[in-house]
């Protein structure tokens, strides 16, 4: 393992024994383990986490506006009469000092969670009850969080999902090519130009006031909710570190990006890689179930490109980040950020071949 979690472990108030750790998860971006303890006879486990400081620059602010997510889901929840709100938000365990995070020697933000039993994260979708069942939970999030008290939520990053400054950026690393490597993919950069004007379609209606902020999460690929793994439902909402000022249409968007197609981010049999039409109503359906007395007419107009754009912006990410000599993303191979970038491309081409329906889909639910 990378990091000493034992001594971690110690700086976190937790009365019972270090048994063991272990990494955990398929996450892209943060350092997770699982902790077991010896707590009164009884195994305990909980969730330590590093917080990449390359991706989030501002750490310490990441954690202040989890903790506030966190309080107020639970507060919210049980005003609701919510019994079991410690398995349906997230909990952060104090640091022996009573605070909700702490700094190692070498500046590493580390944070303690409850770990959630009995319930999973899902990197491919099995079927479209767990669709319905993640738009819900994440339409929820965004409704428990609606009357945040005090300040706005920091913008951990800024301008995460602005697509057309991420096209910007794309444009800049390529021009660049610091690497060489713009030759190999002229295929993936033709297919990416081609769309440039998709990328501003949401950052106009938002600048027009046609589509209102909200605190969303802005990473809800499947593999970032946890599913009961007895009632499948949806349980808790995890990786809340984007969670931050913006547009439903990026949650919704990258729910259809992960959880409409049978395969993983790293399938590179791409003619697996498509968008399967009942998985998107079962989004649409648990998405407006959750939140569709809030959305406005344009945000519901909207959902389907959304679909297509975020599928759009991750892939121009993975490409960006091949071109940059993969400094962001965590890869297993050297061509894995371009085959995760070919895979979102297909996946885009299946949305667009679908739009229409897609788009009709939608407007028969909301009728
Ligand atoms: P990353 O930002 O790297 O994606 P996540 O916060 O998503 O990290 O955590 C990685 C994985 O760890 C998740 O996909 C999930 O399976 C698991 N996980 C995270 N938090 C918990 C928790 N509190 N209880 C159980 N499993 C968790
Ligand atoms: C990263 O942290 P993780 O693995 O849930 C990324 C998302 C991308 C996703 C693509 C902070 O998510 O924006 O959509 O990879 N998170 C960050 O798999 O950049
Ligand atoms: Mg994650």
Wanted: aromatic share 8%.
């Amino acid at each position: 393992m990378k990091h000493d979690i034992r001594s971690i472990f110690a700086n976190f108030n937790i009365p019972g024994d270090f048994v063991s750790a272990s990494p955990h998860g398929n996450g892209h971006i943060n350092d997770t383990y699982a902790i077991t303890c010896d707590q009164g006879a009884s195994r305990l486990r909980y969730i330590i986490q590093r917080v990449n400081h390359n991706v989030f620059k501002d750490a310490a602010s990441v954690m202040k506006n989890t903790a506030r997510i966190c309080r107020h889901s639970r507060d919210k929840l049980r005003e609701e009469g919510i019994r079991d709100t410690t398995r349906r938000t997230l909990t952060l365990v104090p640091t022996n000092n009573g605070a909700d995070w702490f700094v190692d020697a070498s500046g590493n933000h580390w944070r303690c969670f409850l770990f959630i039993e009995r319930a999973r994260s899902y990197d491919i979708i099995e079927n479209t009850g767990q669709a319905y069942e993640a738009a819900r939970t994440f339409g929820t999030f965004t409704r428990l969080l609606a009357d945040l008290p005090g300040e706005r939520l920091v913008e951990v990053i800024p301008n995460f999902h602005n697509t057309r400054k991420r096209y910007e950026n794309f444009q800049k690393t390529l021009a660049a090519d610091s690497l060489n490597r713009a030759t190999k993919v002229k295929a993936e950069i033709a297919f990416l130009q081609q769309r440039e004007t998709d990328c501003s379609v949401v950052v106009d209606a938002i600048a027009q006031g046609k589509v209102p902020e909200r605190v969303t999460h802005n990473d809800t690929k499947l593999n970032n909710i946890l599913l009961d793994d007895y009632s499948q439902q949806g349980l808790c909402v995890i990786d809340l570190d984007t969670a931050m000022p913006g547009s439903a249409l990026y949650d919704f968007g990258d729910m259809v990006r992960s959880a409409t197609t049978p395969t993983s981010e790293d399938e590179t049999d791409l003619a697996r890689v498509v968008c399967r039409q009942e998985y998107f109503e079962a989004l649409a359906r648990g998405y407006l179930d959750a939140l569709g007395d809030t959305l406005n007419t344009e945000e519901k107009h909207l959902l389907a490109f959304s679909g297509k754009l975020l599928t759009l912006e991750v892939g121009m990410r993975f490409l960006t980040d091949y071109l940059a000599g993969d400094t962001y993303f965590k890869i297993a191979h050297p061509e894995h950020n371009l085959e995760r970038c070919r895979n979102q491309f297909a996946l885009v081409a299946s949305i667009e071949r679908q739009l229409d329906a897609m788009n009709a889909l939608v407007e028969k639910l909301l009728h």
